[in-house]
């Protein structure tokens, strides 16, 4: 129950991972927000282990994103860029576009359009 006494269900987040052609792609569907930053921290460590040369999370069914989630992507963005690995993005919707973008953290990241962009054919 809500604190105002209204019943707010609390979207999850929740993650698929596939592989494409050398590519760990991360799909995350829900909300990301201070709630799930831990799952999506924990899951991008796993996806960046073994060393992957590219991992790609496709944010195209993500609702909303906060700057607990952009900021758990920057810190993972630079692990991988540590480990040789490449994190890019794909599918950011209109409300995590305009973070990314007030944020600068549009600047450091690859960012296509969608996943079949990203993977190009057959992806």
Wanted: charged residues 20%; negative net charge.
């Amino acid at each position: 129950m809500h604190p105002h006494g209204k019943s707010r269900p609390q979207p999850l987040l929740t993650l698929t991972r596939q592989e494409h052609d050398g590519t760990r792609v991360l799909a995350l569907s829900g909300d990301l927000d201070h709630d799930s930053a831990g799952v999506l921290r924990q899951a991008l460590a796993d996806s960046l282990a073994g060393g992957p040369l590219r991992v790609l999370v496709d944010l195209a069914e993500v609702g909303f994103c906060d700057s607990t989630g952009v900021n758990v992507l920057l810190r993972a963005r630079q692990q991988a860029q540590a480990d040789g690995t490449s994190l890019e993005l794909c599918a950011l919707g209109a409300q995590a576009a305009r973070l990314f973008d007030m944020t600068g953290a549009a600047t450091v990241f690859t960012i296509h359009p969608a996943q079949r962009d990203a993977l190009g054919p057959g992806g």
